[in-house]
Every structure is written in C-alpha cells, then in structure tokens.
C-alpha cells in the first residue's frame, strides 16, 4: 500500500500577495463561468447543488487567463516543471447542510483510468469558511484563507461546501514538479 502525505502551508504567502489575489477574486469584475457539475471525470449527478462557477487560468492545451498573473506569487513558491492545469473554483452557499461532491482525483491516466501519482495536486484557499477538502481516508483540510495543501495525483478526495460564508473559493493546481 502507498503511502500518501499530505502536506499543509499556513500563512503561504505574504498578507499582501493574499490580499490581491483574495481582493481581485471575491470582489465584481473576476470572471467565473458556469460549470453544471464539481467533477469533471466523473458523470454529472444532475442534483441541485452540483454545480459551481469556474477560472481557468490555464490548461494543458495552453490557454491561459489575462488574470494569470494574479496567481504568480503562489507559482514562485511551488518548484514547477510542468502545469497541467489551474482553475479556480466558487462555490455559493446553497444552504445549512454542507454538500458533499464525489471523491475523485483531479486527472486519470486515459490508458489506466487511474491517477497520476507523479503529478502534485495543490489546492489554495481563498476565503476562511467551514467547507474544507476531505480525503478517502477521513482526513478533513480546513478552508483558511492563505493555507496550501499539496498532495500526490493519485490521491482521492473532494471538496465539501461551506454553511457560514456566502462563497468558498480555492484555486487549484495540478502540476509536475522538480522534486
């Protein structure tokens, strides 16, 4: 059995490098679009609250956003090789009972149909609430703003959505990385 670590950065940025990017993206004039479901490899469970509004800020084909500056002081953090992809998730409150996505790993191996292990899966989050990433094996992250959990690829998990704050929003990376 493979041993997984998960790996938490409190205070990852400086307070100012997170008040730009928590200022730009929870406030008008950030572009989010609509995604009718959490999970993208996995099918759409056509219930009223699997749903989301995205950022792409960039993807393996190699479109980026005008806002992929916006997240340059978390890329100078991270010893990148490779992007597969970022993108951003805003999840508004849907209710008092947290929702629960499906577990899942952000990308499979289309000859496999299993998770990379050698790709790093980095989630910042945005905004402090109660929703948090919980893993196959119980273990719960917190949403606290300017935390950085990183993990490997074939790690499975979800994200469970807030009851306290109107929105959860994290941005998350899949990437190779130099060590």
């Not at 990148?80 to 191996?109: M, P």
Request: hydrophobic share 35%.
């Amino acid at each position: 059995m493979t041993t997984h670590t998960i790996e938490i950065y409190d205070d990852f940025l400086s307070q100012e490098d997170h008040k730009i990017i928590h200022d730009k993206m929870m406030n008008m004039g950030f572009a989010w679009e609509y995604s009718n479901n959490k999970v993208y490899n996995l099918p759409h469970d056509a219930g009223l609250r699997d749903h989301q509004l995205v950022h792409m800020f960039f993807t393996k084909t190699g479109a980026m956003s005008s806002d992929i500056k916006l997240i340059n002081p978390i890329m100078m953090k991270l010893k990148v090789l490779a992007v597969h992809r970022i993108k951003a998730n805003l999840e508004l409150y849907t209710g008092d009972t947290a929702h629960e996505s499906d577990f899942h790993v952000d990308w499979k191996n289309p000859s496999t149909q299993e998770g990379n292990k050698n790709m790093t899966v980095g989630i910042y989050y945005v905004n402090t609430n109660n929703g948090y990433t919980e893993f196959e094996d119980g273990t719960k992250v917190e949403s606290v703003a300017n935390r950085f959990v990183s993990f490997a690829g074939d790690l499975i998990h979800r994200g469970v959505s807030q009851t306290d704050t109107k929105e959860r929003v994290v941005i998350n990376f899949n990437y190779f990385c130099d060590s």
